[in-house]
């Protein structure tokens, strides 16, 4: 499978469920898989959906800037690295952003993410 076809379907993949239905992303995460969330330290599938759920907004559309993607390790990881804008409904600017994802392969042939960093970039 081409890296940069797997990246991009990820990518298209997290942010359309994340602005329709945070709770969909539960299938993207293990147990072992960790999120950072603005310094903060989330382990396990289900303690990450709780923190994307409970965030403190209902809507917001997130528009890509940038994917950057690597091979990572003899296990056929990726490394994807994203940037760009995240509306919330209401507001009048958006906030840019960029998120680290360390995608592993599953045995079924997918991935999940192993690894999650996110920082909110401020001016």
């Known amino acids: 499978m081409d890296p940069e076809s797997v990246a991009r379907a990820f990518v298209l ?3 359309t469920t994340f602005d329709a239905n945070r709770a969909g992303l539960a299938n993207l995460y293990q147990d072992g898989s960790m999120l950072t969330f603005e310094g903060q330290k989330i382990q396990g599938s ?3 959906v709780a923190k994307l759920t409970n ?3 209902q809507q917001c559309q997130h528009s890509i800037s940038t ?3 690597q091979p990572s390790g003899p296990a056929g990881g990726m490394l994807v690295f994203v940037s760009g804008n995240l509306q919330l409904a209401g ?3 958006a906030l840019k ?3 680290m994802f360390h995608l592993m392969p ?3 042939g997918n991935f999940y993410v192993l690894n999650d960093i996110f920082r909110l970039n401020y001016a």
């Open 97 to 99: 952003f960029s998120q």
């Open 13 to 15: 993949h997290y942010y």
């Open 91 to 93: 507001e009048q600017h």
């Open 106 to 108: 599953t045995a079924q």
């Open 67 to 69: 994917v950057d993607f």
């Open 55 to 57: 965030l403190p907004f």
């Open 46 to 48: 289900q303690n990450i």
